[in-house]
């Protein structure tokens, strides 16, 4: 390290053979910093600094190194300011920063306050799986770092069997099971989830993973390390007077610098494992566990039994899912786009033909599908949800077909095999029809369908769907992605706690295992290994303050810990019984109702209460209504009006006096009562336009609905008439200030809200700063639940925004429906919902919810009515600012155009770059119609959808 004179050496400056840290490498440098009189030497030697950590983490170029290590000797190294030990000392700490990108992204920051941007170069990103990309630079440089080391290729079949109750998905997964398919008894019906993990035969079969987890880890090891790369030595330092190289090595010899001085990059070099573990530092922490492997290598191999031999590369997850419309709300949490899906179908039933549920099942409300439910209903209702929460909007553009249709009771159809088949492809033909013709659900199916009879274990067609599940997961871009070799331990400790039926365990034992690992991961790597493995479903890991202590690691838990809060409790305590009745009629749980509930609980939920809450307030399953105390902190003091601040104090101290601490849930609440105009269109009174959430696919999980009630009741007081709460199963009435109300509800595939006022004075308007507040709540709620954020972009948003014309007596459901986006483009547009057709203007329909949107859209821009040139599109990249994806999009890029240009490390640097590329692509593409005065309307729609909440002053 750095050690300028009158200064005490830095531990780790690599003279003791230790490899520095960062912050050590911060520091030497920070004390260099310093001690440096002359400002124009501390500038230079800042430039040179800055160079060669650009180039460390961004370009690799091995000029720039060389160049500046040469100016740095001939100028600044030979000088008066710097001793000679000091020129060497730097001279070390350039060539640390070079070859550590992590240090040298991580010391700009420190000591010169500079952001250089990722390390991740475009050819090991491309390495990189998309759920790893979608984490921050941090993250993905951790990643990385740890590919870098070592990785495996993983080929896992997360296989999903859904449909619903009684259908035989149980029955088929035991005949898809070598060790099921003996089994003679009736399978009982599954209670939320049940997970198999398997092995791929070479037969083709698959076998239950029954392996002792030693050698299994020592199997993957062996594997890993067999392929292993000199990747760290990529780039290794030494004089080119032929001294002999120290492989991984960050540090020379202490040796005059001159201009003689030459650095080599050798090229990566397959090595022994012995040989890469003792001379690679980055290996080092690995080999007593590569000398523990090598020892058993042979021994592992001679010892398999026969079967063992047979066994594949590949694994196998089978999810069978339960079929009762209970479950249905739950599912959301493990549905993913790394999946592949058996969607099966009773083909006795007729697809018009009503589900008929037992009454003490009928608690499936959230999800939509319990009143007048026919089968087509709950065949869609699987397909939207798979099509919702398995990453629909590809990186890639494409959506590779991931459910094969299954159709069962093949032994109760009438007619030759033949016929059969027919009935089977037409059966679902008809049901798919039901869809929009080209709608992009459709692409998700697999066009090979297949007909069963589970009593015939031994039919052929069990093969055949295993092998058809094994090529649609090659195709997949998750298929043989890289991870860390570095991970496998603790991916195996996961495994022993599962074994040991532990479903929900704490941080602190999961760091302990890990710490008592061959080679421990440090913290930050073990929580970016635990986002990851969330990511990919193994886990449910959340990284906030209220839950980053707590991993779930088997799905039924929080299947049990819902069904808890919706299922009937039997023998209550009388003296609780009107408590009782609160609950069930208003959803309004307290304390005592819940320790009811608590204490009738399975042991493995009973004697984790408190986490049992956490996650499901962090789920909105349940909420806390708002409270006086943390009203400022909920609804945030530097966003809000101190007016409507102050008025919802009011009612907060009108309200909720009589609650001491209770909780609402939303799921069991009953439906409003007739008619529903009377809450969604007061006569009485001024109101707003209806604002509406669309979802684009024409799908919504009705539980999005529920727990935005969830974060309303965290943000606004609930509104009483009468004796009763305005909070019903699909609308909800909230109290804003004195005299004004705002009421939700959704119909299909819509959320509404419309804000109104029973006040006396006729002349006032609703305020469009409270108006604007409460749309960006629900707005930013609601990109929430679809997994975006306006802050990491990558795709575009899952819904749209319209408002209802403002001249309709009574809101109807998707009728008068104005796109707000349009009028960023014209300034009126047509209803034809209204007894006759009429023009709304622009203003009539904003000026409530989006007032600052239609002043950006009103100012005159017809002298922009010209083609724009580079200094238009440089100008618009400059200055566009969180909304830069959006307006890629409304300009007609699609999502897979603007992710490849996304990719190249300039566009991830700096986003004005990123911007300038994608509007020369447009500007390309439209030709005459690339205008100036398109582009600002187009920004000008961009900032609809990523507005900000107006700021009192």
């Known amino acids: 390290m750095i050690n300028p004179e009158g200064t005490q050496p830095i531990v780790g400056a690599g003279g003791d053979g230790n490899e520095p840290t960062a912050s050590e490498v911060a520091r030497g440098l920070q004390i260099v910093k310093d001690?440096?009189?002359?400002?124009?030497?501390?500038?230079?030697?800042?430039?040179?600094?800055?160079?060669?950590?650009?180039?460390?983490v961004q370009e690799r170029s091995y000029n720039i190194l060389t160049e500046n290590l040469r100016?740095?000797?001939?100028?600044?190294?030979?000088?008066v300011h710097f001793s000679l030990s000091q020129t060497k000392q730097i001279i070390k700490t350039i060539i640390v920063l070079w070859n550590k990108p992590f240090i040298a992204r991580h010391v700009m920051k420190e000591v010169y306050n500079e952001d250089i941007g990722t390390l991740i170069d475009k050819e090991l990103l491309d390495q990189i799986p998309n759920d790893v990309k979608q984490l921050d630079d941090d993250a993905i440089e951790i990643f990385s770092k740890a590919l870098q080391i070592g990785f495996e290729e993983v080929k896992n079949i997360r296989l999903m069997v859904v449909g619903m109750f009684g259908v035989g998905k149980t029955s088929l997964v035991n005949n898809l099971i070598d060790d099921f398919r003996e089994n003679t008894f009736v399978p009982k019906s599954t209670e939320g989830i049940d997970l198999h993990r398997c092995h791929l035969m070479q037969n083709g079969d698959w076998?239950?993973?029954?392996?002792?987890?030693?050698?299994?880890?020592?199997?993957?090891?062996?594997?890993?390390?067999?392929?292993a790369k000199q990747t760290t030595n990529k780039y290794s330092i030494s004089n080119y007077t032929g001294e002999q190289e120290n492989p991984g090595s960050v540090f020379v010899e202490e040796k005059r610098f001159s201009d003689d001085t030459d650095i080599r990059f050798t090229s990566e070099a397959r090595a022994p494992i012995r040989q890469i573990a003792k001379e690679d530092d980055a290996l080092k922490d690995f080999l007593p566990l590569v000398e523990s492997v090598q020892k058993t290598d042979k021994e592992t191999l001679d010892n398999k039994d026969v079967s063992a031999k047979t066994k594949t590369d590949t694994t196998v997850s089978v999810w069978d899912f339960a079929g009762q419309t209970l479950y249905y709300s739950t599912h959301q949490f493990f549905l993913n786009k790394r999946s592949i899906y058996l969607l099966l179908m009773d083909l006795t039933k007729q697809l018009d033909e009503y589900v008929i549920e037992s009454t003490t099942e009928k608690s499936g409300s959230w999800c939509g599908l319990v009143k007048n439910c026919t089968y087509l209903d709950v065949f869609k209702f699987w397909l939207n949800a798979i099509h919702m929460y398995s990453g629909y909007q590809s990186l890639t553009g494409e959506i590779q077909p991931t459910v094969i249709l299954v159709g069962t009771r093949k032994d109760k159809l009438e007619g030759s095999d033949e016929e059969k088949t027919i009935h089977n492809d037409n059966y679902f033909d008809k049901a798919l029809r039901s869809f929009e013709t080209n709608a992009p659900i459709l692409k998700h199916i697999h066009k090979r369908k297949f007909l069963v009879s589970n009593l015939s274990p031994g039919d052929s067609i069990f093969e055949e769907l295993r092998k058809e599940v094994k090529r649609l997961a090659e195709k997949q871009t998750f298929w043989g992605e890289k991870t860390p070799v570095r991970w496998i331990q603790m991916e195996q400790s996961l495994d022993k706690m599962r074994d040991l039926d532990e479903q929900l365990i704490h941080y602190e034992k999961i760091n302990e295992a890990n710490k008592s690992s061959l080679s421990p991961l440090n913290a930050d790597e073990l929580t970016v290994c635990l986002e990851i493995q969330h990511r990919r479903g193994n886990i449910l890991f959340f990284n906030t303050d209220e839950l980053k202590h707590l991993i779930i690691l088997a799905p039924q838990w929080i299947i049990d810990a819902f069904k808890c809060f919706i299922s009937h409790v039997r023998d209550k305590n009388p003296t609780h019984l009107t408590d009782w009745d609160e609950y069930l009629n208003l959803g309004i749980l307290k304390p005592q109702v819940c320790d009811e509930i608590m204490a009738k609980s399975p042991e493995h939920i009973r004697n984790y209460r408190k986490d049992v809450i956490k996650y499901m307030e962090h789920l909105d399953v349940i909420a806390k209504p708002l409270k006086l105390e943390t009203l400022n902190e909920v609804a945030g003091n530097e966003t809000l009006d101190r007016q409507v601040l102050q008025g919802a104090n009011e009612v907060v101290e009108q309200i909720n006096h009589k609650y001491e601490d209770f909780y609402i849930v939303p799921c069991i609440l009953k439906n409003p009562p007739p008619p529903i105009t009377t809450f969604t269109s007061p006569e009485d009174g001024i109101k707003t336009p209806v604002l509406c959430f669309v979802f684009c696919e024409k799908f919504m999980p009705p539980s999005f609905f529920h727990r935005l009630v969830a974060v309303c009741i965290r943000t606004w007081p609930i509104s009483i008439s009468g004796n009763e709460n305005n909070l019903y199963n699909g609308l909800a009435v909230f109290d804003l200030r004195p005299a004004y109300t705002f009421t939700i509800w959704y119909r299909d595939h819509i959320i509404y809200a419309r804000i109104s006022s029973c006040s006396k004075k006729h002349d006032l308007d609703v305020d469009f700063k409270l108006c604007q507040e409460v749309r960006h709540i629900l707005r930013k709620s609601l990109l929430n639940f679809v997994g975006q954020s306006v802050n990491s972009p990558r795709t575009a948003t899952a819904f749209d925004e319209y408002v209802q014309?403002?001249?309709?007596?009574?809101?109807?459901?998707?009728?008068?429906?104005?796109?707000?986006?349009?009028?960023?483009?014209?300034?009126?547009?047509?209803?034809?919902?209204?007894?006759?057709?009429?023009?709304?203007?622009?203003?009539?329909?904003?000026?409530?919810?989006f007032k600052l949107d239609l002043d950006e859209a009103d100012k005159n821009d017809d002298d922009l009515n010209r083609l724009a040139d580079d200094d238009d599109l440089k100008k618009v990249a400059s200055a566009v600012g969180h909304e830069f994806w959006m307006l890629g999009i409304e300009l007609g890029l699609k999502d897979c155009e603007m992710n490849q240009l996304y990719d190249a490390p300039e566009c991830r640097r700096d986003h004005c770059t990123f911007v300038y590329k994608y509007l020369v692509k447009w500007r390309n593409k439209a030709g005459d119609r690339a205008t100036l005065q398109l582009l600002n309307r187009a920004k000008n729609a961009a900032r609809v959808y990523c507005s900000k909440p107006h700021t009192s002053k």
């Open 35 to 56: 001690n440096i009189k002359d400002e124009k030497v501390k500038t230079d030697l800042q430039d040179i600094i800055s160079k060669i950590a650009h180039g460390s």
């Open 71 to 79: 100016s740095f000797v001939t100028n600044l190294g030979s000088s």
């Open 207 to 227: 076998c239950l993973d029954e392996e002792h987890k030693l050698v299994k880890i020592q199997t993957r090891l062996i594997n890993a390390f067999r392929e």
């Open 805 to 849: 014309c403002p001249d309709m007596c009574k809101s109807e459901p998707n009728k008068g429906m104005l796109q707000v986006t349009k009028f960023m483009y014209f300034s009126e547009l047509d209803c034809t919902a209204c007894p006759k057709r009429h023009t709304v203007e622009r203003a009539e329909a904003l000026r409530h919810w």
